[in-house]
């Protein structure tokens, strides 16, 4: 499955964003789907991730109550919801998707965009 991801920008501290994910050459309700996030220096880290259904949803604890992930399986694609931004939340953003699980963990994850770069001015 190829994934392309979009929506990354530039924004103030406290604005919001949208990012999404299409999924092409698969069914996207295979796949677990997930956002991690790679800053410059750092290793990728966890964001959220979302069950094949949408019932299921995990969030790393510093997004909890700021991003909301959710799937339309029907358009092939994966959306983050980012409210409440802060200049720590600027990273390269990753779309990913795997047959297995909801995971936290990246190497759970096969299929990775190439990602989408979101910067918070303070």
């Known amino acids: 499955v190829q994934l392309v991801e979009s929506g990354g920008g530039l924004v103030q501290a406290g604005g919001s964003l949208r990012l999404s994910c299409v999924a092409s050459?698969?069914?996207?309700?295979?796949?677990?789907m997930g956002w991690f996030r790679q800053s410059p220096g750092k290793e990728r880290e966890f964001v959220a991730t979302?069950?094949?259904?949408?019932?299921?949803?995990y969030y790393a604890d510093f997004v909890k109550g700021r991003f909301t992930i959710s799937r339309d399986n029907a358009k092939n694609t994966v959306y983050l919801q980012m409210f409440s931004l802060k200049a720590e939340d600027t990273a390269v953003y990753y779309c990913?998707?795997?047959?297995?699980?909801?995971?936290?963990?990246?190497?759970?994850?096969?299929?990775w965009g190439r990602g989408t770069q979101v910067t918070v001015s303070s």
């Open positions: 990913t998707a795997d047959h297995g699980p909801p995971s936290a963990v990246v190497s759970s994850y096969r299929y």
């Open positions: 050459g698969r069914d996207l309700s295979d796949y677990a």
């Open positions: 979302v069950s094949r259904t949408g019932a299921t949803t």
